[in-house]
Nanobody, 118 residues
């Protein structure tokens, strides 16, 4: 079994920063962050290889968000900087065994709400 637990969501003002975390159940896998805004499809945000050496970002977040991982802690992070109201969404942690960073992913966390509002 692969179990993923997100944390770190909450309310943040435009221009602020937030860090999301995803703890995996003692596994080192290809991982990613997705998000789903109200009325929108779930979309890929960022992905990271098992080694952490390869990353990929959606154009909408590139240069603002940074994905990283600490394999000693089996944890993945998303550092969100210069956030905008359009970043408001439920953010999901995803994982899989193959190496294609953009999906499809088979394992999912429960999601954590991020709201960007003044």
């Amino acid at each position: 079994q692969v179990q993923l637990v997100e944390s770190g969501g909450g309310l943040v003002q435009p221009g602020g920063s937030l860090r999301l975390s995803c703890a995996a159940s003692g596994l080192t896998l290809t991982m990613a962050w997705y998000r789903q805004a109200p009325g929108k499809e779930r979309e890929f945000v960022a992905g990271i290889s098992r080694s952490g050496l390869s990353t990929r970002y959606a154009d909408s977040v590139k240069a603002r968000f940074t994905i990283s991982r600490d394999n000693a802690r089996y944890t993945m992070y998303l550092e969100m900087n210069s956030v905008r109201p359009e970043d408001t969404a439920v953010y999901y942690c995803a994982a899989k065994y193959d190496s294609d960073l953009v999906g499809p992913y088979g394992y999912w966390g429960q999601g954590t709400q991020v709201t960007v509002s003044s």
